[in-house]
């Protein structure tokens, strides 16, 4: 069984910057699409980013472009989200998956994890 694990989040202030990371147990990771999506709190979840495969296109929401990194490591079956320039609106658990991808969006196949908090306040 794929299991996917969110390390890296945190309390930070706005402006700040958080390194998050998803690791995939299993062999979730090959050939697809691998995404991040958060749920803020009393929300539902949404769409963050995506990447490829081969990392030749990553896809992002409105509200983090400019802000927000995807990138992974197929060999260490490894995500990566770098988010900079962090609002108080991005305060949300930030869970990752791995799938298809449908526009300018994914669709998740895997069993989600516990995510990760990441929590913006001064």
């Known amino acids: 069984q794929v299991r996917l694990v969110e390390s890296g989040g945190g309390s930070v202030q706005p402006g700040g910057s958080l390194r998050l990371t998803c690791w995939d147990s299993?062999?979730?990771?090959?050939?697809?699409?691998v995404g991040w999506f958060r749920q803020p709190p009393g929300k539902e979840r949404e769409f963050v980013a995506s990447?490829?495969?081969?990392?030749?296109?990553?896809y992002y929401a409105d509200s983090v472009k400019g802000r927000f990194t995807i990138s992974r490591d197929n060999a260490k079956r490894t995500g990566y989200l770098q988010m900079n320039n962090l609002r108080p609106d991005d305060t949300a658990v930030y869970l990752c998956?791995?799938?298809?991808?449908?526009?300018?969006?994914?669709?998740?196949?895997?069993?989600w994890g516990q995510g990760t908090q990441v929590t913006v306040s001064s």
């Open positions: 998956n791995y799938g298809l991808q449908t526009g300018a969006s994914m669709v998740p196949v895997g069993s």
């Open positions: 299993g062999r979730g990771f090959e050939n697809v699409v």
């Open positions: 990447i490829t495969y081969n990392s030749d296109r990553t």
